[in-house]
């Protein structure tokens, strides 16, 4: 049997080790009986194109990100509202794999033809650029480049920044030919994908975290027996703090990796206060969403507030 399993990333990325680890112990698991082909850097289709291919059952697996199923699923734009998430990186973890919120997310997904098995952090969303963005009015006709979301267009517009959507891989090209100003993207991303060498400013703004949906088709999953799924079911938890730890290691060693090969890239980190400026202007981005997805989108919001709480006190209990 071969089993196919696509993602977005460069090898040796997070989705990648995802993927690699996933296959490995699928095959060894399996004593071989099953392969599973890890197709990467979106070999059969980037972004939007690729979430058809898992629902179309062209590949068996994936990793996708809100962003690329915003508008299949619109409730999901909530995991990519600005200042959502905990600055704590293991309370979004527990948020992630427990909370109700993703849950019902789950459900959403699964009626369009996608299952999501695991949620993931890869890293808070750093945004780059050639000035330090020190409050919103920095960012005024700044021409930023973002996932084909609706949502963080509106996000990001709303702090005066001019969001264009840019396919992943043609990100390097367009801030080198300054056809783009800016992009957004976890450090482990900025480094492998260069996007450092041609920017000139790191601004450590921790707005957004960067999450990763491993899915699975659902035509193709219920063809499995239930050995083959509960083997699948295990793996991926016992994936999930595998792959915590490498974004944690990641966050790291990839910004020491960019500093040793720039030394003179400004590194923008923020006091509370100029982070309040822009939780301020954030706020319409959230209005954004309520209009869009009306009832349905404000009681997931109250319900990734509770989960956030709940988690903030076990991790600090
Ligand atoms: O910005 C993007 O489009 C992409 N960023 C990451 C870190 N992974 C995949 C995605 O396509």
Same mark, same amino acid.
């Given at each position: 049997?071969?089993?196919?399993?696509?993602?977005?990333?460069?090898?040796?990325?997070?989705?990648?080790?995802?993927?690699?680890?996933?296959?490995?112990? &699928?095959?060894?698991?399996?004593?071989?009986?099953?392969?599973?082909?890890?197709?990467?850097?979106?070999?059969?289709?980037?972004?939007?194109?690729?979430?058809? !291919?898992?629902?179309?059952?062209?590949?068996?697996?994936? #990793?996708?990100?809100?962003?690329? &199923?915003? $508008?299949?699923?619109?409730?999901?734009?909530?995991?990519?509202?600005?200042?959502?998430?905990?600055?704590?990186?293991?309370?979004?973890?527990?948020?992630?794999?427990?909370?109700?919120?993703?849950?019902?997310?789950?459900?959403?997904?699964?009626? %369009?033809?996608?299952?999501?098995?695991?949620?993931?952090?890869?890293?808070?969303?750093?945004? $780059?650029?050639?000035?330090? #963005?020190?409050?919103?009015?920095?960012?005024?006709? @700044?021409?930023?480049?973002?996932?084909?979301?609706?949502?963080?267009?509106?996000?990001?517009?709303?702090?005066?920044?001019?969001?264009?959507?840019?396919?992943?891989?043609? +990100?390097?090209?367009?801030?080198?030919?300054?056809?783009?100003?800016?992009?957004?993207?976890?450090?482990?991303?900025?480094?492998?994908?260069?996007?450092?060498?041609?920017?000139?400013?790191?601004?450590?703004?921790?707005?957004?975290?960067?999450?990763?949906?491993?899915?699975?088709?659902?035509?193709?999953?219920?063809? !499995?027996?239930?050995?083959?799924?509960?083997? &699948?079911?295990?793996?991926?938890?016992?994936?999930?703090?595998?792959?915590?730890?490498?974004?944690?290691?990641?966050?790291?060693?990839?910004?020491? %990796?960019?500093?040793?090969? %720039?030394?003179?890239? +400004?590194?923008?980190?923020? $006091?509370?206060?100029?982070?309040?400026? @822009?939780?301020?202007?954030?706020?319409?981005?959230?209005?954004?969403?309520?209009?869009?997805?009306?009832?349905?989108?404000?009681?997931?919001?109250? &319900?990734?507030?509770?989960? #956030?709480? $709940?988690?903030?006190?076990?991790?600090?209990?």
């Amino acid at each position: 049997k071969v089993w196919k399993f696509s993602h977005e990333e460069s090898v040796g990325s997070i989705q990648d080790m995802y993927a690699m680890k996933f296959k490995e112990q &699928v095959e060894e698991r399996s004593n071989g009986e099953i392969r599973v082909d890890v197709y990467p850097v979106g070999q059969l289709g980037d972004g939007v194109g690729a979430v058809e !291919l898992i629902r179309y059952n062209a590949v068996n697996f994936s #990793i996708n990100n809100p962003a690329t &199923v915003a $508008t299949i699923v619109p409730e999901n734009q909530l995991l990519s509202l600005q200042f959502v998430f905990s600055d704590d990186m293991e309370v979004n973890r527990r948020v992630l794999n427990d909370g109700n919120a993703i849950k019902e997310i789950n459900e959403l997904y699964r009626a %369009k033809d996608i299952i999501p098995l695991a949620w993931f952090q890869e890293g808070f969303q750093v945004i $780059t650029s050639n000035h330090p #963005i020190n409050k919103p009015d920095d960012m005024k006709g @700044f021409k930023l480049r973002v996932m084909a979301s609706p949502l963080l267009i509106a996000s990001y517009s709303a702090y005066g920044a001019n969001p264009t959507p840019v396919p992943y891989m043609e +990100t390097y090209s367009n801030l080198q030919l300054n056809m783009i100003d800016g992009q957004v993207n976890p450090v482990f991303a900025i480094e492998e994908m260069k996007f450092y060498e041609v920017q000139k400013c790191l601004n450590f703004l921790n707005q957004e975290i960067f999450v990763g949906t491993f899915c699975v088709n659902p035509v193709f999953w219920d063809s !499995l027996t239930e050995e083959e799924q509960e083997m &699948v079911l295990d793996i991926t938890n016992e994936l999930d703090s595998y792959i915590f730890d490498i974004q944690n290691e990641y966050a790291d060693s990839r910004l020491q %990796k960019i500093i040793d090969n %720039k030394p003179q890239i +400004t590194l923008k980190e923020y $006091t509370e206060e100029e982070r309040n400026v @822009f939780k301020e202007k954030a706020v319409s981005g959230y209005d954004w969403y309520l209009n869009l997805v009306g009832e349905k989108g404000q009681s997931l919001l109250d &319900v990734l507030g509770e989960d #956030i709480k $709940t988690a903030e006190q076990t991790v600090s209990s």
